[in-house]
């Protein structure tokens, strides 16, 4: 079956520019997780939605970024002004119970 | 500090060996722990959630140490494609949110 999709897999910003980053999570996914994975580390804890509702954007690591989920299903995360610190792998996951699938995410890399 | 810490390796090891590793976590509210596993270039799988009594899969053995705050994952006779990024994973029944360690790799020779 239709695992957790992302798009584009890869990204190449400059400095400056804004992203839109896309996810498309398991069909009657209710919860859906955006995390940040640096060079070297384990992916870091971003933001979660339930259906429509962000309950925690604590992760969010400046007010540059921005989540949505407008429909319960598909969610953007979207990237303000990027900075080099930004490069990183965005991973989106999403899940019915206990277990986290995870996108094969997208690898953005700032100029 | 970080909430989950792991030793990077890499552990180097020939095929058919056991090789073993742990993890530390900080938060002692912590109730649900996991052992994902991830390629190069690819996304975090779950390999195994770890209870408390140790579970096994397979050639996988996981165990937990509440007391100590530690979680450890042994892999016996290895195989070429066990070779990958392991991460430790916590987190508490109230929060939904994953901790995730910066991994251990494993590479496994022929």
């Known amino acids: 079956g239709a695992g957790v999709s992302q798009s584009p897999r890869y990204k190449v910003a400059k400095r400056g520019q804004d992203v839109a980053l896309r996810c498309d999570p398991i069909?009657?996914?209710?919860?859906l997780f955006w995390y940040q994975q640096a060079l070297g580390q384990g992916p870091e804890f971003l933001t979660y939605f339930q259906n429509e509702a962000q309950l925690d954007k604590s992760g969010l690591p400046s007010d540059r970024f921005f989540a949505e989920r407008p429909e319960g299903s598909v969610s953007t995360l979207k990237i303000q002004r990027t900075q080099q610190e930004d490069s990183a792998v965005y991973l989106c996951a999403s899940s019915l119970q206990y277990e986290q699938y995870f996108g094969p995410g997208t690898r953005l890399t700032v100029t | 500090r970080k909430e989950v810490e792991q030793d990077p390796g890499p552990f180097n090891v020939p095929e058919g060996a056991t090789v073993a590793f742990n993890c530390t976590y900080s938060n002692s509210a912590s109730q649900s722990f996991f052992w994902y596993r991830q390629d190069c270039r690819k996304e975090p799988k779950l390999l195994m959630s770890?209870?408390?009594s140790g579970n096994e899969d397979g050639r996988f053995t996981a165990q937990l140490n509440r007391a100590s705050q530690y979680i450890s994952l042994l892999i016996r006779d290895s195989k070429l494609s066990d070779s990958a990024t392991y991460l430790c994973?916590?987190?508490?029944?109230?929060?939904?949110?994953?901790?995730f360690g910066a991994g251990t790799t494993v590479t496994v020779r022929a």
């Open positions: 770890v209870y408390s």
């Open positions: 994973v916590v987190n508490s029944l109230s929060d939904y949110k994953l901790s």
């Open positions: 069909s009657g996914h209710v919860s």
